[in-house]
């Protein structure tokens, strides 16, 4: 990120080394707050750049998506590599209405799905098609 030169006025706090700081807090799933205090970087100034500086805020809009991405991305290999504690997992909180457990008892699908054996659960995954591979 290029730093703003300005000729009236306070310094941007903003310099590169500070921007750098954000983006490692945010990559590892920090919250704002906490991205501020290690960059020491003042909510305030941070909420003011953002407003002030569009691709500032895509930015770092951006690098805290990556953690969510890549979560993604493990629960999709996991999923086709056919663990099935991932994939009850994932349905219970995808499908909640269908597998949700507070409807395990009421719902037959939740049921059957339940009454599979993991090696049986195993060769539904392993016959199953995946629309693409993740790198």
């Known amino acids: 990120m290029q730093v703003t030169t300005r000729t009236r006025g306070r310094p941007t706090v903003f310099h590169n080394e500070v921007v750098h700081k954000l983006e490692q807090a945010f990559a590892i799933g ?3 707050e906490e991205a501020c205090i290690v960059s020491g970087v003042s909510r305030s ?3 003011n ?3 002030n500086d ?3 805020m895509d ?3 951006r690098i805290q998506l990556f953690l969510i991405i890549k979560a993604r991305h493990t629960v999709y290999d996991a999923i086709r590599r056919g663990d099935t504690k991932t994939s009850r997992w994932y349905l219970e909180r995808k499908c909640r209405d269908e ?3 507070q409807t395990q008892n009421h719902n037959a699908a939740s049921t059957q799905l339940d009454s599979y054996t993991e090696d049986e659960l195993r060769r539904i995954a392993a016959a199953t098609t995946y629309p693409y591979t993740a790198s």
Do not use: E, H, I
């Open 30 to 32: 920090c919250t704002v």
């Open 45 to 47: 100034a941070y909420y």
């Open 49 to 51: 750049k953002l407003n």
């Open 54 to 56: 569009p691709d500032f």
């Open 59 to 61: 930015r770092m809009a």
């Open 99 to 101: 597998f949700g457990a």
